[in-house]
């Protein structure tokens, strides 16, 4: 579900156990991004904090999270996240990001 690696962007898978995975993006050698997919169902919390959400991506709820991270949730399970590590990766890069998982594939797991 995650976006490939491409362009000059390397994604390094860095944690993968039951409900979470999270790898890095490397521009040039330089960690600059962490992307990561959470099944946020037993947290609702995290589910609210979408309530409110005036933008979305491929038509799921978008959020910032910080200065420096951006999340969408898909099917009300689902966050995938991207946490900017380097100043040169900016939301919009995070959202432009975001647009490139696999959205409509993860709405689909049970």
């Known amino acids: 579900y995650f976006p490939d690696s491409g ?5 390094v898978y860095s944690q993968d156990k039951k409900g979470f995975a999270q790898a890095k993006l490397n521009r040039d050698g330089k960690e600059i991004a962490i992307l990561a997919i959470s099944d946020v169902s037993n947290n609702p919390s995290t589910v609210d904090k979408f309530q409110n959400s005036t933008s ?3 038509g799921y709820p978008v959020v ?11 099917g009300d399970r689902y966050q995938v996240k991207i946490r900017s590590k380097d100043a040169s990766f900016t939301e919009s890069d995070r959202q432009q990001w ?11 797991l049970n």
């Open 56 to 58: 979305q991506i491929q």
């Open 64 to 74: 910032n999270q910080g200065s420096t991270g951006t999340a969408v949730l898909v």
């Open 98 to 108: 975001l647009s490139r998982f696999n959205l409509r594939g993860l709405s689909k």
């Open 7 to 11: 362009n000059g962007y390397q994604r």
